[in-house]
């Protein structure tokens, strides 16, 4: 079975610029999260998705961050534009719906650089 | 005080030790809760869950004490590959009837030949 893939595994780009995220979650997991791990810092949740829809963005840093899950299957996080504290390590999560969605499968992350 | 609290290390321990490590969570609304492990530059990965009245997967003993708001995770007979971070994590409540995962920073095991 395949795991979480996440794409482009390193990004590096100018403050300013614009930069999509992409997690393709596990086939049939329903539930879908975003999280971010700044050097230093505790991993943080930013969002989760069921299915298309959002379920909690309480996590999301500010209007600069857009994730959408079109069709329920794959999702983006488009960062724009990006800041210098955007700069971490993002990683996406999938797990099915019921009892057991804390067993999170998390994907390899892409490490984001903002110069 | 930070949500979920962990002594970051590192531990350095001899193979075949035994070494234990402990963390506070500061909600007491937390619900469920979780040992992580992370190797380096790679994701993290489920352990094993904490029960109440505690619980032993092989080597590995968790241990809950939901009147301190305190969660252990006991590693016996260490090996090489048990060298990792160790997150813990435990659940809060959130929008509507969900909850999230709440993360420590994580304990970095060394286990050394």
């Known amino acids: 079975e395949a795991g979480v893939t996440q794409f482009p595994s390193h990004s590096v780009i100018e403050k300013g610029q614009t930069v999509t995220l992409r997690c393709d979650p596990i086939s049939g997991h329903d539930n879908l999260y975003w999280y971010r791990r700044v050097m230093g810092k505790e991993i943080k949740f930013l969002l989760h998705f069921v299915k298309e829809s959002k379920q909690d963005e309480s996590g999301m840093p500010n209007n600069r961050f857009l994730a959408e899950r079109t069709g329920g299957t794959y999702s983006t996080l488009k960062v724009q534009p990006a800041e210098l504290e955007d700069s971490g390590v993002y990683f996406c999560?999938?797990?099915?719906?019921?009892?057991?969605?804390?067993?999170?499968?998390f994907g390899p992350g892409t490490r984001l650089t903002v110069t | 005080r930070k949500e979920v609290e962990q002594d970051p290390g590192p531990f350095n321990v001899p193979e075949g030790a035994t070494v234990a490590f402990n963390c506070t969570y500061s909600n007491s609304a937390s619900q469920s809760f979780f040992w992580y492990r992370q190797d380096c530059r790679k994701e993290p990965k489920l352990l094993m869950s904490v029960y109440s009245s505690g619980n032993e997967d092989g080597r590995f003993t968790a241990q809950l004490n939901r009147a301190s708001q305190y969660i252990s995770l006991l590693i016996r007979d260490s090996k090489l590959s048990d060298s990792a971070t160790y997150l813990c994590v435990v659940t809060w409540p959130s929008a509507g009837n969900n909850r999230k995962l709440i993360w420590g920073l994580g304990t970095s095991l060394a286990v050394n030949p």
């Open positions: 999560a999938s797990s099915p719906l019921g009892v057991r969605w804390y067993e999170q499968y």
